[in-house]
């Protein structure tokens, strides 16, 4: 089980951190990812990483503003997102999977998936 937390209302250019804590079964092998998702349209990707920590793969549109990175004896991996703008405004989900793609990795490749937590960026 996944449960995302740390959502809110920030404002343009501010920061909020995100994690994800897994219980019921180890995630420490698997991939972990972070998705988003707006009313109306797709879930889409990111940001990922590898089971030992050592790969990260990020959407072009968080580069450089976003880290993902994770604590394996804790079970838990988290997203420190910076510099927020209108357009990261969705509902973020935390996912774990097996499937590593150095492309953008696809919903349908996580298996796992907590719910939502919503974060809000205000101009």
């Known amino acids: 089980q996944l449960q995302a937390s740390g959502g809110g209302l920030v404002q343009a250019g501010g920061s909020l951190r995100l994690s994800c804590a897994a219980s019921?079964?180890?995630?420490?092998?698997?991939?972990m990812g972070w998705f988003r998702q707006v009313p109306g349209k797709e879930r889409e990707f990111v940001a990922a990483i590898l089971g030992n920590g050592l790969g990260t793969n990020y959407a072009d549109s968080v580069k450089g503003r976003f880290t993902i990175s994770r604590d394996s004896a804790k079970n838990t991996v988290s997203l420190q997102m910076n510099g927020l703008k209108p357009e990261d405004t969705a509902v973020y989900y935390c996912?774990?999977?097996?499937?590593?793609?150095?492309?953008?990795?696809?919903?349908?490749?996580?298996?796992?998936w907590g719910k939502g937590t919503q974060v809000t960026v205000s101009s």
């Open positions: 996912a774990a999977g097996l499937t590593w793609s150095w492309a953008a990795l696809s919903p349908d490749q996580m298996d796992s």
């Open positions: 019921g079964r180890t995630f420490s092998s698997r991939i």
